[in-house]
């Protein structure tokens, strides 16, 4: 492809398919019709093409393209503030055809001209590449990234500042171990008495004892255990995140540490407060504590905080945001399949959002 073709066709993609929120289909029809700025193909050939690279997303029939052609025509009627194709409503013909691409000339000039910052030295092709969707799995360090659980950290807050622990509950890749780095980056700033926040992973950590060596190198004092670990602690006033907390009912654990934490944790004066991440409410996780009429020693001290999907606005309202570093914008036709695939679980939309913006960067290239 030439340097001004792929030019062209990242104008089509990135400005117009955008702007006027083409679906995929149109937007094929759209780069396979004014494939540059000086070609106009024929219906017959935009099928025929289709048809021979086993293109799905055109029709295959030279008069459902002509239909389909009219239908785009229309999205570009002018709105309101007059701006448009005046054009859109005329007989189709070879005549339109021309009359639209030399519409859009003008605003593809324009739109080079501005993206001057945005393109490569060497092909003049966007820099789009470095897809915004990630990471698609583990927890998101960087606060700049992190987003949306702006009720959720209200409401642990809420609790530790009453002197209690809190327990956040939900499935797998709902955003629980993203919460908790959050939650440690900002207590500083949202704890009322301050504590040093401290994260430990359950996923590196194969027993109690790696659990109490892990804690207390974590913390910076010798490893110890009991009495020792209990004085130690009250001298640094520590708020303890731990993910996987489900972990703790693997071999190598038993309920000997849940009770010495929540010792740790109880009282006005406590040496620590918790936050623990598990995908099920406490008393369940831990069935052992049900022995003998016994409660979960974790469960009695933790408020739960159930961390749910992302309702519609905020999951639209996170693709925006990431888009929003790049060129690219995906359709409203496509951030409304994108988020009832996902159902609103953060894992599953950054996973499809990110197959999604690959396949921009291959209709770029």
């Not at 001004?4 to 396979?32: E, M």
């Not at 040093?196 to 010798?222: H, K, Q, S």
């Not at 052992?288 to 009429?293: I, P, R």
Request: proline share 5%; with cysteine; glycine share 6%.
């Amino acid at each position: 492809m030439t340097e001004t073709v792929n030019l062209w066709q990242s104008f089509l993609i990135l400005k117009i398919v955008t702007d006027y929120g083409l679906s995929r289909t149109h937007k094929a029809i759209l780069l396979a019709r004014f494939p540059d700025e000086n070609t106009v193909k024929s219906n017959k050939e935009v099928a025929e093409e289709a048809f021979a690279e086993e293109n799905s997303n055109i029709p295959s029939n030279p008069e459902t393209v002509q239909r389909q052609m009219c239908t785009i025509y229309k999205l570009f009627c002018p709105k309101e503030n007059g701006e448009g194709f005046l054009g859109c409503n005329d007989r189709s013909s070879p005549v339109k055809d021309a009359a639209f691409r030399d519409w859009l000339k003008p605003q593809y000039e324009k739109w080079r001209s501005s993206q001057g910052s945005a393109f490569s030295t060497d092909d003049r092709t966007p820099v789009i590449s470095d897809n915004p969707f990630i990471p698609q799995t583990g927890k998101v360090d960087d606060p700049q990234l992190f987003f949306g659980r702006e009720r959720e950290i209200r409401r642990v807050f809420e609790v530790l500042n009453s002197n209690d622990s809190v327990a956040l509950i939900g499935e797998e890749g709902i955003g629980k171990s993203s919460l908790l780095s959050a939650i440690c980056q900002q207590a500083e700033n949202l704890l009322f008495s301050p504590r040093r926040p401290i994260y430990l992973d359950l996923n590196g950590i194969r027993d109690e004892d790696d659990f109490y060596t892990a804690l207390c190198e974590e913390v910076g004092i010798p490893k110890s255990e009991g009495y020792m670990l209990t004085r130690a602690l009250k001298k640094h006033r520590v708020l303890l995140a731990i993910d996987n907390v489900g972990k703790m009912t693997w071999e190598g654990f038993t309920r000997q540490v849940r009770d010495h934490l929540r010792g740790l944790a109880e009282g006005q004066n406590a040496a620590l407060q918790l936050i623990l991440a598990a995908t099920q409410p406490l008393d369940k996780l831990f069935n052992d504590s049900q022995d003998e009429g016994n409660t979960s020693p974790l469960a009695g001290i933790c408020q739960e905080e159930n961390i749910k999907p992302w309702d519609e606005a905020i999951a639209c309202a996170f693709i925006q945001a990431r888009l929003a570093r790049t060129s690219v914008r995906f359709t409203q036709e496509e951030i409304s399949q994108l988020i009832q695939e996902s159902g609103g679980h953060p894992r599953r939309l950054m996973q499809l959002c990110y197959q999604n913006y690959l396949r921009y960067v291959e209709d770029v290239k």
